[in-house]
């Protein structure tokens, strides 16, 4: 358990991923690892014109804060910052960044990997697709893949 | 009671959130889905596979056999497709 307090932003602007790094290392020695994982918009074989993102306000955050706080249990992270977009975003814009500094890499990388998994899995976020030809699209489904990516977490 | 929708669920029910006054025989989570599956058929096809419905209680996400008679905002929703 560290004393360390998340950073969660659920926005419609886009975000600077070298800033957010700097927050999180600059100014600092004993920092070793910092990962970084965005997540970007695919044109789905340019059939896709743009993605709708819906979230449930207030739920969202909470949500995210929820899944943070366990990876600063589980890993000795010295920085963690998620930030989730919403509204319409197309093919190659940013959709969620994480990121984690620690000591060493191992818990820097898995505790990246940790809140995707369960970021895709548990927090109030959901994607329309709307189409090149002007047709607006399905909703993403879930898909089982992203369940048993949460299931390898468990202990 | 606050309810609220999302995604999928909200576009075939017709609106994002309601205030409802439930009858006194609806206790569960559950029991609120086939009480809103009843009303007409935009409730009936939001929850027509109750199983894939997700149901959250004031920001949390509860099972389907969660009582609601403390809860404020129920929000039902499809499986989340974030990240």
Do not use: N
């Not at chain 1, 047709?135 to 202990?155: I, L, N, P, Q």
């Amino acid at each position: 358990m560290t004393g360390l307090e998340p950073t969660i932003r659920v926005q419609t602007e886009p975000f600077d991923i070298e800033a957010e790094i700097a927050r999180l290392s600059a100014g600092r020695a004993d920092v070793g690892a910092v990962v970084t994982f965005t997540g970007l918009c695919r044109d789905e074989g340019g059939t896709l014109a743009a993605l709708e993102l819906e979230h449930y306000p207030g739920m969202a955050e909470a949500e995210i804060g929820l899944i943070a706080g366990e990876a600063c249990r589980r890993w000795p992270l010295q920085g963690l910052t998620v930030i989730h977009r919403f509204g319409r975003l197309e093919p190659g814009a940013q959709i969620v960044l994480v990121v984690t500094a620690s000591a060493h890499r191992e818990a820097a990388f898995d505790a990246a990997s940790f809140l995707m998994d369960f970021l895709k899995t548990r927090a109030p976020f959901w994607k329309k697709e709307h189409r090149v030809d002007g047709t607006s699209g399905d909703w993403v489904e879930a898909k089982e893949a992203d369940d048993e990516a949460v299931g390898r977490w468990r202990r | 009671m606050k309810l609220r929708y999302f995604a999928w669920v909200r576009e075939r029910i017709g609106h994002a959130e309601e205030d409802v006054d439930v009858p006194g025989d609806v206790s569960s989570v559950a029991d609120l889905i086939a009480w809103l599956a009843s009303r007409d058929e935009g409730y009936a096809a939001a929850f027509a596979e109750p199983d894939v419905i997700r149901a959250a209680i004031d920001h949390e996400h509860v099972d389907h056999s969660t009582p609601i008679a403390a809860a404020g905002e129920i929000a039902f929703f499809p499986p989340m497709t974030g990240g």
